[in-house]
């Protein structure tokens, strides 16, 4: 039987059940100290700044947009490619969105673009280290400080990376993580922001407290979904499971993955969900997920390394690469190619799950219309996959998956080189 690979991975670390068992033994499943000794241990990782946790990401995003107390009306400019909920939180908040177009070797903003779209009502950048890669800080810090914009990193990818040898989230006036299922620290849902002056540190601190807590039914069924997200993403499990049906739907070209991710839509008034403050077991998971995480960007990196190697001389595709400086964790590993759509059929029907809509183009949704920037380097990303590197991989299976992977992309018969140079090494 074919084993196949799915295009996820959730990292856990080993103690997980044990650390679950425990707070529900004590009763701390909701509130505890592993918030403060999380948050805590957080601002140490980075060096510095104060750590808040939230309930989401986005809100973290949020929180930190509403503590600067911007004017209404203030742009924020963000790169085109990122994911839609982080312009539109900023949207909800009576701020506009301006969208900058970005580097075609490293899919992060484009710096000259970014000086571009100021105006004299642009009140803050918001970089993406997109993929796990960071942005050309230098370069976005001179425009920023030219035109005294704040400084949000969008660090949702990234955790851990580095750029000059400095982790992400520590350049700007503040950051924000998400600790979704699939990110590089999973507990299972959450987010933390990092800020770096005390005063604002405060605002954002005062914003996640006044949420109101989760009750346990509601914990406990996120530690539910979780677990079941890791079981499926499992080799063996996988391939008796969503391959099937991945593998039939490729022969009709339909994509019923499409229906796993979240609806585009306005997010005004936010949605009760979001709504809430962050459980002491999300903590506890995020504290053992923080010792494991430099071993397991390590192991990322050394299976992005292995598919490097294997399709270095495919001249049709764009492989990532790191400029200098730059530490990428691989959170995706994206790749161009002339055909997206028909690599995905090819490599499913050889057992390798491909991603394709991790990240949108800003520019072409409906929900943000009113944007009039021209993004034609982040039109052409758009065209790109996702292969599976991630940590939970054995180096035997990311091995198999980029045989496969190659014998997919030479089963198409692709000649026509990408345009442009390859990104530096």
Known sequence: MLTAISRYGVRVPPSASRIIAECSRLGQLVQGPRIGELEESFAQYHGGGEAISASYGRMAFHYILQALELPAGSEIVFPALTFWVVPEMARTLGLRPVFADIDPLTFNLDPDSLERVITERTRAVVPTHL???????DSILRVAERYQLHVIEDCAHSLGARYRGRR?????????????????????????????????????????????????????????????????????????????????????????????????????????????????????????????????????????????????????????????????????????????????????????????????????????????VDAPVAEHAAETVQLPVYQMLSSVEVERAARRIRRALAGRRLTEPIHGPQAAV
């Open 131 to 137: 993929y796990g890669l960071p942005c050309d800080m």
């Open 168 to 372: 992400v989230g520590t350049f700007g006036d503040a950051a924000f993580f998400s600790f979704q299922s699939l990110k590089p620290l999973n507990t299972f849902g959450g987010g933390m922001a990092l800020v770096q002056d005390r005063r604002l540190a405060e605002g954002v601190r005062k914003l996640a407290r006044a949420e109101p807590w989760p009750d346990e039914t509601q914990v406990r069924k996120r530690l539910r979904l979780g677990r079941l997200q890791r079981f499926f993403t499992r080799p063996g499990v996988f391939s008796l499971t969503g391959f099937p049906v991945l593998w039939l739907a490729s022969w009709f070209r339909a994509r019923p993955d499409i229906y796993l991710w979240e609806k585009i839509r306005p997010l005004e008034p936010l949605p009760g969900s979001y709504r809430g403050r962050y459980s002491n077991v999300q903590a506890a998971l995020g504290l053992a997920g923080l010792n494991e995480l430099e071993r397991w960007n390590a192991e990322t990196r050394a299976h992005a390394e292995v598919m490097i190697a294997a399709l270095a001389d495919r001249r049709e595709i764009q492989l990532p690469r790191a400029p200098a400086g730059c530490e990428h964790i691989y959170y995706q590993f994206c790749i161009h190619v002339p055909d997206r759509d028909a690599l995905v059929r090819a490599a499913i029907r050889r057992g390798v799950d491909l991603e394709t809509l991790h990240i949108d183009v800003c520019t072409r949704l409906p929900l943000f219309r009113e944007s009039e």
